[in-house]
């Protein structure tokens, strides 16, 4: 007979996501442990194995949730009747509210995806080039005579872009909405002047 699943599991997994990307990001894929995931979930070392058989699909399932839930963010912003700088502005305002409350999570990103197996980084990698399209093509709506003939520039913005958004947290920790907002704006800003002189 099937194992029923308790009616906070889903509540109780989430927890656990966030006391590892909690523990990732401070200690690091390799020296956590699954005692010290589950004593900063607050469950026993026993109870973790009821959620996640291994360290590593632990890392995978709280990539693959963090990089979805943005992706998915991102590519429902309404952009229709935007002009291209509002698009691009809404798009760069979005990532920051998306990334607020995840900075553990964002941290693990960019040390984690090297400890799963190809085929797992793939699925993650997929989720990424989502909004690497949807960034460039709102960066090349910009400047088309620009980006027309000449991809590798396109390439250039878009992941500059990306950076300047990337690395708020590490100087801006616990910005707030209108923080958060005021900068995604700025990053537009300083990107589209950048443009007008390529």
């Given at each position: 007979?099937?194992?029923?699943?308790?009616?906070?599991?889903a509540a109780k997994q989430e927890a656990i996501l966030e006391a590892a990307a909690r523990v990732f990001a401070s200690e690091g894929f390799d020296r956590a442990s699954m005692a010290a995931l589950a004593r900063e979930a607050g469950i026993s070392?026993?109870?973790?194995?009821?959620?996640?058989?291994?360290?590593?699909?632990?890392?995978?399932?709280?990539?693959?949730?963090?990089?979805?839930?943005?992706?998915?963010?991102?590519?429902?912003?309404?952009?229709?009747?935007?002009?291209?700088?509002?698009?691009?502005?809404?798009?760069?305002?979005?990532?920051?509210?998306?990334?607020?409350?995840?900075?553990?999570?964002?941290?693990?990103?960019?040390?984690?995806?090297?400890?799963?197996?190809?085929?797992?980084?793939?699925?993650?990698?997929?989720?990424?080039?989502?909004?690497?399209?949807?960034?460039?093509?709102?960066?090349?709506?910009?400047?088309?005579?620009?980006?027309?003939?000449?991809?590798?520039?396109?390439?250039?913005?878009?992941?500059?872009?990306?950076?300047?958004?990337?690395?708020?947290?590490?100087?801006?920790?616990?910005?707030?909405?209108?923080?958060?907002?005021?900068?995604?704006?700025?990053?537009?800003?300083?990107?589209?002047?950048?443009?007008?002189?390529?």
């Amino acid at each position: 007979m099937a194992r029923t699943q308790a009616k906070d599991h889903a509540a109780k997994q989430e927890a656990i996501l966030e006391a590892a990307a909690r523990v990732f990001a401070s200690e690091g894929f390799d020296r956590a442990s699954m005692a010290a995931l589950a004593r900063e979930a607050g469950i026993s070392k026993a109870n973790i194995y009821h959620y996640y058989d291994s360290k590593d699909a632990l890392l995978f399932d709280l990539l693959d949730s963090h990089l979805k839930a943005l992706r998915d963010r991102l590519v429902a912003v309404k952009l229709e009747g935007l002009s291209p700088p509002e698009k691009l502005a809404a798009l760069c305002i979005e990532v920051l509210l998306a990334y607020q409350g995840a900075d553990n999570a964002h941290r693990v990103q960019s040390t984690g995806m090297d400890h799963l197996p190809e085929d797992e980084r793939q699925i993650l990698a997929a989720y990424q080039r989502d909004m690497v399209r949807l960034v460039s093509s709102v960066v090349a709506e910009n400047a088309p005579e620009v980006f027309e003939h000449d991809p590798a520039k396109l390439r250039q913005v878009t992941m500059s872009v990306f950076g300047m958004l990337n690395w708020h947290y590490m100087w801006n920790a616990g910005a707030d909405d209108a923080a958060r907002r005021a900068y995604g704006a700025q990053v537009a800003q300083l990107t589209l002047g950048g443009l007008k002189a390529l």
